[in-house]
């Protein structure tokens, strides 16, 4: 059975980059139907997509994030990362990593998810 | 900022029937498939509808989902107390801005439903 788990810093300082590991169990990430996804939900708040990757690389960002957010992958590990630059509070949320399931098309499953503060 | 509209709060006795509506565009909704996600208190969302009308393996057969247009519902039917719980809708978004073609996936604002 597919698991997901986040994995950082649950603190980061205004203006600095947010980074953030998904590893991936129970499957591989080369599968090639599966993509890798980052969402985001901030306290009281709905759903945010941040982005999306391909495990050849290829990615998806959210056109309000883009700029700042860089998705990678690492075959290796069976794990995904999202680096987010300049954050400020307004990035504060639980942060998901889940499945792109059908090519990306749904996420199932997801991570529990980890709170990330900013705040100095 | 959601392009997909849900009203804020639905609600309903045990055994009833609840319908969350989700309204997009040609550029979402209109021509992509629609997904649901069901967040139970304090805990990660969960794919509670896929393409469209498609329950996940353990689902039970009281959630269904439609689509018709550029609009989808969610309907749960013989409302039980441990469906209380936020629903989303979401879907691909395919817009052109100027010269970018723009693709993000996009969720809906939220229902909150509350069993009475």
């Known amino acids: 059975q597919l698991q997901m788990q986040e994995s950082g810093p649950g603190l980061v300082k205004p203006s600095e980059t947010l980074s953030l590991t998904c590893t991936v169990s129970?499957?591989?990430?080369?599968?090639?139907?599966?993509?890798w996804g980052w969402i985001r939900q901030p306290p009281g708040e709905g759903l945010e997509w941040i982005g999306t990757i391909f495990y050849t690389g290829n990615t998806y960002y959210s056109p309000s994030l883009k700029g700042r957010v860089t998705i990678s992958v690492d075959t290796s590990k069976d794990q995904f990362s999202l680096r987010l630059r300049s954050v400020t509070a307004a990035d504060t949320a639980v942060y998901y990593c889940a499945r792109g399931g059908d090519y990306g098309n749904w996420f199932d499953p997801w991570g529990q998810g980890t709170l990330v503060t900013v705040s100095s | 900022q959601s392009v997909l509209t849900q009203p804020p709060s639905a609600s309903g006795t045990p055994g009833q029937r609840v319908t969350i509506s989700c309204s997009g565009s040609s550029s979402n909704i209109g021509s992509n498939s629609v997904n649901w996600y069901q967040q139970l208190p304090g805990t990660a969302p969960k794919l509670l509808i896929y393409n469209n009308n498609r329950r996940p393996s353990g689902v039970p057969d009281r959630f269904s989902g439609s689509k018709s247009g550029t609009s989808a519902s969610l309907a749960i039917s013989g409302l039980q107390s441990e469906d209380e719980a936020d629903y989303y809708c979401?879907?691909?978004?395919?817009?052109?801005?100027?010269?970018?073609?723009?693709?993000?996936?996009?969720f809906g604002t939220g229902t909150k439903v509350t069993v009475l």
């Open positions: 979401a879907a691909w978004d395919d817009s052109l801005k100027g010269y970018d073609r723009l693709k993000g996936y996009v």
């Open positions: 129970g499957g591989s990430i080369s599968s090639s139907t599966s993509y």
